[in-house]
């Protein structure tokens, strides 16, 4: 079976979250069960950059060519790079910028993203529809807004009978434009109406994917039940209603080779579950980074973008009541200005027992998860969330509100749980500045008794996080779309 991924980041060639980490780790544990993934990404500097380096640029033909793909020449070139299959859509007039995949260098968005994204789509389903000579998808696969449209091209185009699945990783971002854009996107006149592309009087991207795909999925399965309501479905909880019945929330897993504690090269000191008090070496140099007093108090840590979504205006107003249970906090992370204030303002009130990086480090938050007790994430909605999925396989006990993925993938340690030795975290609801506070209170209590926490910490330590089973879920669903195609 041969899947073509669509999607704008890719670890380890470009990252902004755990998206991602998905399209990167999907591959290989699909390739394990007979399905072959290639995938198309962008040619952003970066990608570029692996590709050039790798001397195989120049060499390479290009496997597709546009002469006017959205304003400028195109190409596409198929190279493997970190053992992933790639067609890399280089396109300089849209791609080759300075800054992150979506915005400058002080973070504003592009304004040309929509133009950006439908190039990417535009490619994707010509590659659907046989652009590129040998090779035809039976399947294509599109991850969130930014590859949505290649559903809707492959709908209104030559690739109308390919099944096509669109994965949601976070509904609250849906690239919506305004109607001007529509004769630029090169779409017949007919899609643009309810059951196409449109949207609330504008275009839709990732509204056009869901009314599109043959199957949705999201990752994880109470944030497929939970976007069908108002309340988590901003704004597209009708058409997902509608949809329900080709909607199936699979989890996320991880890449438990990359993020394994006995040979994970960014730690100090590795260590397995047989072997925790190897994490002190790496509680040092947390201590260490975040300037933080060397004591037995438990460290709780934050690794996240720091966001609304993200609760980290809840967490802001509790760092006071947090100190007073005599845990530490670490927080590593970038965002919204004011949060990342306030937390700065938190720590020099409180030093010593608050330390925060400002910024995004893939090296530092392996340590984290391999030194610190626990890691706190009161998302207000997390379609899977993979911090706490690291925290499980690092004895870095998750505090999660129980919502979405969070919900779905760790067990709360209430007295019935520990009694039957399968708590691996602790869960709190409502989302809210009390509950949280319980909830590290419960964290610090269980700490306390070296005994119980070990037992959390290792049923965590044992919890299958790996990919074997998602991908085994995404298989028996390509198998389903395949049985509909109509031959
Ligand atoms: P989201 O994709 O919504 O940001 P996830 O929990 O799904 O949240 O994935 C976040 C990913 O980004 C994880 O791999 C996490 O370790 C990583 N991450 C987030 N913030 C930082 C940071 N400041 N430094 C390093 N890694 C980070």
């Given amino acids: ?41 962008p040619g952003f500097p970066t990608v570029m950059g692996a590709f050039k380096n790798m001397g195989a640029f120049k060499k390479k033909k290009a496997v597709y060519q546009n002469p006017s793909l959205q304003g400028g020449k195109a190409s596409v070139h198929a190279v493997q790079i970190a053992g992933l299959d790639l067609f890399v859509l280089d396109a300089p007039h849209l791609f080759d910028r300075p800054g992150g995949p979506y915005g400058n260098a002080s973070g504003a968005d592009w304004p040309d993203n929509w133009r950006r994204f439908a190039a990417l789509s535009q490619a994707g389903a010509d590659i659907a529809g046989g652009a ?16 949505a449209m290649t ?3 492959m709908r209104y185009g030559e690739a109308v009978g390919t099944p096509s699945m669109m994965t949601v990783h976070n509904l609250a971002f849906q690239g919506q434009f ?57 704004g597209l909880d009708g058409l997902i209603n509608m949809r329900s019945s080709d909607l199936h929330g699979i989890v996320n897993g991880i890449d438990t080779a990359i993020w394994d504690p006995a040979t994970d090269k960014h730690l100090v000191s590795t260590y397995t579950v047989e072997t925790l008090k190897g994490r ?14 060397r004591d037995d108090s438990p460290i709780v840590c934050v690794i996240s973008r720091l966001t609304w979504q993200k609760g980290m205006d809840i967490l802001a107003t509790v760092v006071d009541g947090i100190v007073a249970t005599g845990a530490r906090l670490a927080i590593l992370g970038s965002g919204d200005a004011g949060l990342e204030g306030a937390l700065l303002a938190a720590a020099a009130r409180h030093r010593g027992r608050i330390g925060v990086v400002v910024g995004y480090d893939e090296g530092l938050s392996h340590i984290m998860q391999g030194g610190c007790d626990a890691i706190v994430i009161p998302s207000r909605f997390e379609p899977c969330g993979l911090t706490q999925l690291y925290g499980l396989r690092y ?49 610090t209590d269980a700490h306390a008794s070296p005994a119980t926490f070990e037992t959390i910490q290792r049923q965590g330590m044992k919890t299958d996080v790996s990919w074997d089973r998602s991908a085994e879920k995404y298989v028996e669903l390509y198998r389903l779309l395949l049985s509909k195609r109509v031959a």
């Fill in 151 to 153: 559903l809707a091209y």
């Fill in 1 to 41: 079976m041969q899947v073509l991924s669509v999607t704008p980041e890719i670890f380890p060639l470009i990252k902004t979250g755990g998206l991602a980490d998905v399209t990167g780790a999907l591959p290989i544990a699909l390739a394990a069960k007979g399905v072959t993934m290639r995938t198309l990404i």
């Fill in 395 to 443: 004895g870095c006990v998750p505090v999660v509100a129980r919502t979405g993925g969070l919900a779905d993938t760790i067990i709360d340690a209430n007295e019935a749980a520990i009694a039957a030795g399968v708590a691996t975290g602790f869960q709190f609801t409502p989302n809210n500045g009390g509950a949280l506070l319980h909830a590290i209170r419960r964290l």
């Fill in 280 to 293: 002190a070496p790496n509680r040092a140099a947390v201590e260490d980074r975040f300037g933080l007093d």
């Fill in 178 to 234: 305004g109607a001007g854009i529509f004769g630029e996107l090169g779409l017949p006149a007919a899609a643009m109406a309810l059951d196409g592309v449109e949207y609330y009087g504008g275009v839709g991207f990732l509204k056009a994917g869901l009314q599109a795909a043959w199957a949705i999925t999201t990752v994880s399965p109470t944030y497929a039940q939970e976007i069908r309501s108002p309340e988590f479905g901003m």
């Fill in 132 to 147: 590129i000579s040998g090779y035809l998808p039976d399947i294509v696969h599109a991850h969130d807004w930014q590859s």
